[in-house]
């Protein structure tokens, strides 16, 4: 989907929104995670270019970890200027260090962008999402027992590398065992069929298991992809692409209807001093992590690509939306989320496009 489609789609569904206050803001959260993300995440990673991934494994490394990690912190800061208490303001800057990759996935698929680039914020955004619904949940678990102390990130940050690192295993693992039995089988439906099981598969069964789930069906879609261009071929793949294809845009589409659908736009005034809080922390932050790049010999055009490209979107709308009732300043969380994607939405539609394109001529 082009930029101008998404915004269309949004569009619509905050027309539908007003028509019928409320009716999709329940679906959207459970939808987003269990219905439209493993199919997204799986279309995605299985087009994602493995050697230029390794080339540039530390860049991405330092913004999907180290990068979600430090957005979270600077979020809750400035949460915590405005007399938040450390537990909700951490919750918080979870929710919002999750990026949205559909839309800059669809604005590098469009331009002529380089290779390396557009490798990094893929794979940021991929990434970022995994490591922010990681660190999410633990953060939740922690709250809900009450304890939420310097000790408790750290062991927050332990527990949610040790999922990491399950999620991966899990989904190589599945990958592995699917290009197996795939091997020789030249029956397209039988092939498709295989791919959506352990994409679903892999994302609930690592759930299930206590690991991260994205990052499972992340791994999965990366390593059979690796599998079918290298040792084990899959017999006809580009009918898996092509279904993969229409699947994701059929998915974008209806995820951006229900994200427009379920904005309240009247609930970012509920919490002025909370939403402009967020936003001022999502800003710094989203300029502190696109520093973190400035030892890399990137062009500086590079790193003003990545700092538009963190809009936020149907994840991050997904996570505020799911918190139990019992949440600490749940609904606060819930506008401050509404404000924030707004905000990005809009500023992304305006400079991610002209800024893509600069990085792709220069």
């Known amino acids: 989907m082009k930029l101008w489609q998404i915004l269309a789609v949004v569009g619509l569904g905050v027309l539908y929104g007003l028509i019928e206050p409320?009716?999709?803001?329940?679906?959207?959260?459970?939808?987003?995670?269990?219905?439209?993300?493993?199919?997204?995440?799986?279309?995605?990673?299985?087009?994602?270019?493995v050697r230029a991934m390794r080339r540039q494994w530390i860049a991405i490394a330092t913004l999907a970890g180290p990068g979600v990690l430090l957005t979270a912190a600077i979020i809750a800061g400035a949460l915590s200027i405005v007399r938040v208490p450390f537990g909700p303001a951490l919750l918080a800057g979870s929710i919002?260090?999750?990026?949205?990759?559909?839309?800059?996935?669809?604005?590098?698929?469009?331009?002529?962008?380089?290779r390396t680039l557009a490798t990094i914020v893929e794979c940021e955004s991929l990434f970022n999402d995994a490591v922010a619904v990681a660190l999410y949940r633990g953060i939740l678990l922690a709250i809900g027992l009450g304890a939420v102390s310097a000790g408790s990130v750290l062991a927050i940050t332990a527990q949610t590398m040790a999922g990491v690192a399950g999620g991966i295993a899990l989904g190589i693992a599945l990958a592995f065992v699917l290009a197996r039995l795939l091997h020789g089988i030249r029956r397209a439906r039988v092939q498709i069929a295989a791919t959506v099981l352990c994409a679903y598969g892999s994302y609930f069964l690592a759930d299930y298991l206590h690991l991260s789930g994205i990052f499972a069906t992340i791994a999965y879609g990366i390593a059979l992809r690796y599998y079918e261009r290298s040792w084990i071929t899959l017999s006809i793949a580009d009918d898996v692409s092509r279904f993969w294809d229409i699947a994701a845009l059929l998915a974008n589409g209806l995820v951006f209807f229900?994200?427009?659908?379920?904005?309240?736009?009247?609930?970012?005034?509920?919490?002025?001093?909370?939403?402009v809080a967020c936003l001022a922390g999502v800003a710094v932050a989203r300029f502190t992590v696109a520093a973190m790049l400035l030892p890399f010999p990137y062009p500086r055009d590079w790193l003003d690509v990545v700092r538009v490209a963190g809009m936020r979107g149907a994840l991050t709308?997904?996570?505020?939306?799911?918190?139990?009732?019992?949440?600490?300043?749940?609904?606060?969380?819930?506008n401050g989320t509404f404000a924030v994607v707004l905000a990005t939405l809009a500023a992304s539609s305006l400079t991610l496009v002209p800024v893509v394109r600069r990085a792709a001529l220069r």
């Open 258 to 275: 229900m994200v427009g659908a379920g904005l309240q736009i009247a609930r970012v005034a509920y919490e002025p001093v909370f939403a």
């Open 317 to 334: 709308l997904a996570l505020a939306l799911a918190l139990p009732a019992s949440t600490p300043y749940r609904e606060a969380i819930i």
């Open 96 to 114: 919002l260090s999750a990026t949205d990759p559909i839309a800059v996935v669809a604005v590098f698929r469009r331009l002529k962008v380089p």
């Open 22 to 49: 409320g009716r999709l803001t329940y679906a959207l959260g459970h939808a987003t995670l269990y219905v439209f993300l493993p199919a997204l995440l799986f279309e995605a990673a299985w087009n994602l270019n």
